[in-house]
């Protein structure tokens, strides 16, 4: 064992120096004139050649290297790998902007996405790596005997994954037009030809050794903008234990700004603004026409006035974005009410819990944030991306500290994040705000441009008030190397990291799918005589038709596309863990227990996303379908219904049914125990 | 196929250590943050309590979890000989 894992040290170990030399050079080009967008380009080039480069050594035509990378991967490397697959453009980029803008609140993803592998190391990778097949769908099929199983699983399968992995597409369209200016659509394609080059040719096999690089890069690149943040603030560059002390000054910087008039009048001003927008919503459709001849009139009375060029533009603007129909103002207006209503609410400090009314603690937010975690774990332990990794290590024993691993590896993560919000919000709060107007620093703009950062000097007093700023989560992460005021290639670093977590979790994602479809219901459902040869073929053929579809979606720019991730958590969730779990550790569940506690708990989860999210689905013609939550419950923790529907039909329909035959009894057996091990 | 005691007796410490293992997780995760606010009281690093749970405690606390689990489970699968042998594929 330790013999073989010595070359890949090796491997691995000199490949990280080769990254660190690159960046070093590249710094020094951008000290001797190169110009950003080639370092942009450096980065994003030499790191998909370099992804290519072990898809294609890794290329392979075994069917078990294919599926199952040849079930040789140590622990260490799986585990790397696992936090690759895991870490997606979503934890990369979105989480430290979503605990700036929610403090504490934001922290039930830290906990639910770290929380979720004690759930897959003590109740399913050591069973899944015992059992050794291909894939979660094969495992339902082996315990709750049969195809019905098999397929809900697979339906399930691609449900969660297919949004997920559109989401990583539409990451590496983003990153890629941001950073080294192509066009967003090109972004989306140059992405599927990355994500393909590594897992077309070797499958499972390479998509693990890609990642395992993928892991390094994005790595470094999470960490070296804040070590050196932290470093510069406090003079310790550590940010996992500085940020302590930061926090401290954040909190005494709210105290102080908070209450500042100029703040307090800018809230207000916002706040005024929203119930302005309220009334217009209410005298629809008079307030519309009205609405117009008042830009209509005030054009006019600047044009005479010989004003300013710049503010007539402005509000023909605004007259020109003006709907046309009653439906659509309405939507329009409140979606602005909105935006003012949240610049002008009351801010919460940092590290309070649950903020309610006069300091109180807000019970549904503690509902809320308590039943997302459970959602975010219970969706961890059941997405079958991750699950599949478990497959691959070489023993029982290895998949248990794979586990270990995994969690190490992508703890050095999400450890940082709230790092990052809190230096981001100090040098904000300390720095930027209450700056001049007119002097504000270069990544303002630039952000400001492309609709990340916006502005607005709603009390007219030249100066940048609180209130007055509205980050895009996204942007935390992008600027903060330009917050530091460091070089530019840490910003290209950071790029290339972005890109490298988006590109790790759409390879796992998108041979997850494909390996449902060939291996699940191709080769298991219809031609169970289907030679090796054509079975890969099947396979591959599948993971570009699949590929091409979900950059397809990306590429028209889905706008609730974000908010769907978090879907996939609840709906994996309800659809699998019941089945996995009451399936290794209760014997007497019986297939047909199984298969309709994973159909209603999918069930009820749809069922309670759509009615609480939507309230008409035009596509489909249906209207005033929105209900209340229950218990004050968002969409985004569906799964907490779901779950708990699942577990309840499995163990009613099973206990009114059979108890499963001897064989099944055995088969749990025999998962339970290591020694015995089936040919 | 028949089970011998000492398998028996192999699953029920299995499920016994997941058990506590799982309280332990239970507490970490929901009691403590359902009390995060009455914790802000302390202070660790400079973080208030409940803050530093979230962010780093409760992590590291399932770090720790899975660790032991690994170690006392391949411990226990040495000790009632129902070990693979590396490599067994």
Excluded at chain 1, 428 to 456: C, D, F, H, R
Excluded at chain 1, 607 to 619: A, K
Aim: with cysteine; charged share 15%.
């Amino acid at each position: 064992m330790a013999d073989y894992t010595v070359p890949l040290r090796r491997y691995y170990g000199s490949y990280t120096a080769g990254f660190f030399v690159v960046i070093v050079a590249l710094a020094v080009l951008e000290r001797y004139g190169m110009p950003p967008r080639w370092i942009g380009y450096s980065f994003l080039f030499l790191t998909i050649f370099l992804y290519a480069t072990i898809g294609v050594l890794a290329r392979t035509a075994s069917v078990s290297e294919y599926y199952v990378a040849g079930r040789r991967v140590p622990a260490v490397f799986n585990g790397m790998a696992t936090g690759a697959d895991w870490m997606s453009s979503a934890s990369f980029m979105g989480l430290a902007g979503t605990l700036y803008l929610s403090g504490y609140q934001g922290l039930a993803y830290v906990m639910g996405w770290t929380g979720g592998y004690v759930l897959v190391a003590l109740l399913l990778a050591p069973y899944l790596r015992r059992f050794g097949q291909y894939t979660i769908p094969d495992f339902l099929a082996a315990r709750y005997g049969g195809n019905r199983a098999r397929l809900v699983g697979v339906f399930a399968t691609v449900l969660a994954s297919f949004v997920y992995v559109v989401a990583q597409i539409y990451g590496v369209g983003l990153i890629t037009s941001r950073f080294v200016g192509l066009q967003f659509e090109i972004g989306v394609f140059v992405g599927l030809a990355g994500i393909l080059v590594c897992s077309f040719l070797g499958g499972m096999r390479a998509v693990t050794w890609t990642q395992v690089a993928q892991y390094t890069i994005l790595i470094v690149a999470y960490l070296v903008p804040v070590t050196i943040l932290s470093y510069q603030v406090t003079g310790v560059p550590v940010p996992q234990l500085t940020y302590g002390m930061v926090l401290q000054k954040v909190q005494s910087l709210e105290e102080k700004l908070f209450d500042e008039p100029a703040e307090v009048e800018a809230r207000r001003l916002f706040r005024e603004r929203a119930d302005g927008y309220h009334e217009r919503i209410l005298t629809l459709p008079a307030s519309l026409e009205e609405e117009r001849q008042r830009l209509s009139e005030r054009i006019n009375e600047l044009k005479t006035d010989n004003a300013q060029m710049r503010e007539v533009v402005a509000i023909e603007r605004q007259r020109r974005e003006l709907p046309t129909t009653s439906e659509a103002a309405r939507d329009y207006w409140e979606s602005l009410m909105r935006q003012a209503a949240q610049r002008g609410a009351e801010p919460e400090h940092h590290v309070t819990a649950y903020p309610g009314e006069g300091g109180a603690v807000n019970d549904t937010a503690r509902l809320n944030f308590l039943t997302l975690v459970f959602c975010l774990m219970v969706g961890t332990a059941a997405l079958p991306h991750v699950l599949m990794r478990y497959y691959t290590t070489p023993s029982v024993r290895e998949a248990r500290n794979s586990v270990f691993w995994s969690l190490l590896f992508i703890l050095v993560l999400y450890l940082t994040a709230p790092a990052y919000a809190v230096f981001a919000k100090y040098e904000i709060y300390s720095t930027l705000v209450g700056s001049s107007m007119a002097q504000l620093p270069v990544w303002v703009n630039a952000w400001g441009k492309i609709g990340l950062v916006s502005i607005e000097d709603v009390n007219g007093d030249g100066i940048l008030q609180l209130a007055e700023l509205s980050l895009n989560p996204d942007v935390i992460l992008l600027a903060t190397p330009e917050i530091a005021g460091l070089p530019y290639v840490i910003s290209g670093l950071v790029a290339a990291g972005a890109l490298a977590a988006a590109l790790s979790t759409a390879d796992g994602l998108l041979l997850t799918i494909a390996s449902a479809l060939s291996h699940d219901v191709y080769y298991k459902v219809f031609r169970p005589n289907a030679t090796t040869q054509w079975r890969l073929v099947v396979s591959k053929s599948l993971l570009l038709v699949v590929a091409v579809l979900a950059a397809t979606v990306a590429s028209q720019k889905p706008a609730t596309i974000l908010f769907m991730v978090a879907w996939a958590f609840s709906l994996a969730g309800s659809a699998f863990f019941p089945a996995l779990i009451l399936g290794i550790f209760w014997k007497r569940a019986n297939p047909t227990g199984a298969v309709s506690g994973m159909v209603i708990g999918l069930l009820v989860t749809i069922y309670y996303m759509v009615r609480v999210q939507f309230d008409t689905i035009p596509w489909l013609g249906i209207n005033g379908i929105g209900m209340e939550p229950w218990l004050g419950i968002q969409s985004t923790s569906a799964g907490v219904w779901g779950v708990a529907a699942g577990f309840v039909t499995i163990i009613v329909v099973s206990l009114c049914g059979k108890p499963p035959s001897k064989e099944t009894q055995d088969f749990v057996e025999s998962v339970r125990y290591p020694e015995f091990e089936r040919p | 196929m028949r089970l011998a005691q000492k398998h028996r007796d192999y699953w029920l410490r299995n499920l016994k250590l997941t058990a506590a293992l799982l309280t332990i997780w239970f507490v970490v995760t929901f009691v403590v943050s359902y009390f995060a606010r009455d914790l802000g009281a302390f202070t660790v690093l400079g973080f208030p309590l409940g803050f530093y749970m979230g962010a780093q405690g409760a992590p590291l606390i399932y770090v720790l979890i899975i660790w032991w689990y690994a170690r006392y489970m391949n411990h226990l699968d040495r000790e009632y000989g129902v070990s693979e042998v590396d490599g067994d594929e």
